[in-house]
């Protein structure tokens, strides 16, 4: 099976083209950093308008490098969460291709193709896992029991792991988008002149909560202007509490399932030394951890073409009408066929 995927849930637009046996065959994303740098963050109207000018061109792209044109068997798009413009645009594309090309289309869970991402990597990591999702919305720790069978353990109670570094960032006065920009700048701090605080790690359980390390950087910049390596060593020490938070959690996660491999995803999985120290303590553990490639923890059509690749084979479909969530639940998700074994269950005489 041959699935096209596009990815539209935000300032990225994307196309890809997955193979059943073949692997990945193409992969095109066009970034909106550019375009909402000079408001500092991202646009909803620009970037639904974005997408509408640059998905004929990406997918033009994608078919020519896959060599597929006339040969695929579905496309998968995303259908939330996300902002609802940007949804909508790639939803009405994927869908007017699948009536053009007469194949099936599936609309398909943002959160569960970051979950999926690492399946595009050899080797896969195994079922059952602990997942650690962390991106510029969402800090969660999931016990992955298989595809479509999640239960969240722990979320964040307010910034997201993803908007403390952007957040933080933007304090010290870094442009948009901040926490690549933080990340690069910490290399040449120094440990030891700010300690910010570890939250929740004081408690038992998996959650999060990060607004309280922005109120104690935002101190320290107040506090005294602040010379170039000191903005570095605070950005040390914010990437520090970060990063110390998220592996104290998710080791915490694997010592409660049982599990022995960690999955990372999310745009702040591509974060350096979080891989680093993430390894590090998984490996003391006698666990291993598993990534998806830096360019797969953003967000990509690859994954989702994972992810439709998986329902549309199991017979899933989507309905005539286009919907698309800004909010969904990831435990409303279930295993691919499952609504479909349900259905027929309760239909049969």
């Known amino acids: 099976m041959r699935i096209l995927a596009v990815e539209t849930s935000c300032d990225e637009s994307a196309v890809a083209v997955l193979d059943e046996r073949r692997g990945l065959l193409a992969h095109e994303l066009w970034s909106q950093v550019d375009l909402h740098r000079a408001f500092g963050g991202v646009v909803p109207e620009l970037a639904a308008r974005d997408h509408v000018r640059r998905l004929p061109l990406l997918l033009r792209t994608a078919l020519e490098q896959a060599q597929a044109h006339g040969q695929i068997d579905g496309v998968a798009y995303t259908a939330g969460p996300g902002l609802i413009g940007a949804l909508l645009t ?12 007469g194949v099936p ?13 690492p399946l595009l990597e050899t080797p896969t990591p195994p079922f059952p896992h602990v997942a650690l999702l962390v991106s510029g919305g969402h800090t969660m720790l999931i016990d992955v029991l298989g595809i479509g069978e999640y239960r969240i353990l722990g979320q964040t109670r307010d910034d997201a792991a993803g908007e403390a570094f952007d957040k933080t960032a933007k304090l010290l006065g870094l442009p948009y988008p901040g926490g690549p920009e ?54 040390f020490a914010v990437q520090d509490a970060i990063v110390a938070t998220l592996c104290a959690k998710a080791l915490r996660a694997l010592a409660h399932t049982g599990h022995r491999a960690l999955v990372v995803s999310g745009g702040v999985g591509a974060n350096r030394e979080l891989r680093a120290r993430l390894t590090r303590e998984t490996d003391a553990a ?9 360019q797969f923890c953003t967000d990509n059509a690859a994954m989702i073409a994972m992810a ?21 639940p990831l435990t409303e998700l279930r295993a691919p066929g499952a609504l479909l074994d ?4 309760v239909c049969t005489p």
């Not at 439709?308 to 084979?313: D, F, I, S, V």
């Not at 349900?342 to 269950?345: K, Y």
């Open 105 to 117: 289309a599936i609309g398909v869970h943002h959160l569960e193709g970051h979950l999926l991402a």
């Open 342 to 345: 349900c259905a027929a269950r």
């Open 90 to 101: 790639g939803a009405a594309f994927a869908r007017a291709l699948s009536f053009g090309w």
């Open 286 to 294: 006698g666990a291993r951890v598993y990534y998806p490639r830096p």
């Open 308 to 328: 439709g690749l998986h329902r549309l084979r199991a017979g899933e479909r989507a309905g005539s009408a286009i919907e698309v969530r800004a909010r969904w």
């Open 182 to 235: 933080l990340a690069q700048l910490a290399a040449s701090g120094r440990a030891g002149d700010y300690v910010f605080p570890r939250p929740m790690l004081d408690r038992p359980g998996f959650e999060f909560s990060f607004s309280g390390l922005k109120t104690a950087v935002m101190l320290a910049v107040r506090a005294a202007p602040l010379s170039r390596q000191a903005l570095a060593d605070v950005a």
